[in-house]
T-cell receptor, first 115, second 111 residues
Framework: EAGVAQSPRYKIIEKRQSVAFWCNPISGHATLYWYQQILGQGPKLLIQ????????DSQLPKDRFSAERLKGVDSTLKIQPAKLEDSAVYLCASSPRGGMGETQYFGPGTRLLVL | KNEVEQSPQNLTAQEGEFITINCSYS?????LHWLQQHPGGGIVSLFMLSSGKKKHGRLIATINIQEKHSSLHITASHPRDSAVYICAVSSEETSGSRLTFGEGTQLTVNP
């Protein structure tokens, strides 16, 4: 079974530029998560999708971050414009149904550096 | 104060040593997860538990719901165990499967 795929693996941009990350979850998984992990910290949930609907985006900085999962399969996370403090690893995860306590399967992450 | 706290933040051990990483949480939970993160960012789920104890190979995870505390033990540690170990909880107070993460414990096992 293929795991969660993410691209690119690394990205370096200048502040005020735009960037987009892509995630393809495990086939059949209804729930998709985007996390931001700043160096030395645990991951922080940015947004959770159930199929193509948003379940939780309470911690997403909506003035600059946006995400979509139009067909309920793969997803794109965008930052526009980027700030220095956005430098982090962006992790995508998926789970079968999004039930309480369900195991989440993580992708390799996209490491973003904003200069 | 974070809802999930881990100790120690950093741990260095010699190969073969018994290792314990601790996690305390302050909210009601439906489950607690132990995760392993290697350099490069990918995260692997090690355990999910809501009571008692689970064992997988050289790894053992325990949880005490009354004390809101969990431990991850590694027996006969090996350099390949070097990674960041993260505790995360599914809170009863938040929606669905949202996880709240600790800040991780960086483990280095020297040969």
């Amino acid at each position: 079974e293929a795991g969660v795929a993410q691209s690119p693996r690394y990205k370096i941009i200048e502040k005020r530029q735009s960037v987009a990350f892509w995630c393809n979850p495990i086939s059949g998984h209804a729930t998709l998560y985007w996390y931001q992990q700043i160096l030395g910290q645990g991951p922080k949930l940015l947004i959770q999708f159930q199929n193509n609907g948003v379940v939780d985006d309470s911690q997403l900085p909506k003035d600059r971050f946006s995400a979509e999962r139009l067909k309920g399969v793969d997803s794109t996370l965008k930052i526009q414009p980027a700030k220095l403090e956005d430098s982090a690893v962006y992790l995508c995860a998926s789970s079968p149904r999004g039930g309480m306590g369900e195991t989440q399967y993580f992708g390799p992450g996209t490491r973003l550096l904003v200069l | 104060k974070n809802e999930v706290e881990q100790s120690p933040q950093n741990l260095t051990a010699q190969e073969g040593e018994f290792i314990t990483i601790n996690c305390s949480y302050s909210v009601g939970i439906s489950a607690l997860h132990w995760l392993q993160q290697h350099p490069g960012g990918g995260i692997v789920s090690l355990f999910m538990l809501s009571s008692g104890k689970k064992k997988h190979g050289r790894l053992i995870a325990t949880i005490n719901i009354q004390e809101k505390h969990s431990s991850l033990h590694i027996t006969a540690s090996h350099p390949r165990d070097s990674a960041v170990y993260i505790c995360a909880v599914s809170s009863e107070e938040t929606s669905g499967s949202r996880l709240t993460f600790g800040e991780g414990t960086q483990l280095t096992v020297n040969p």
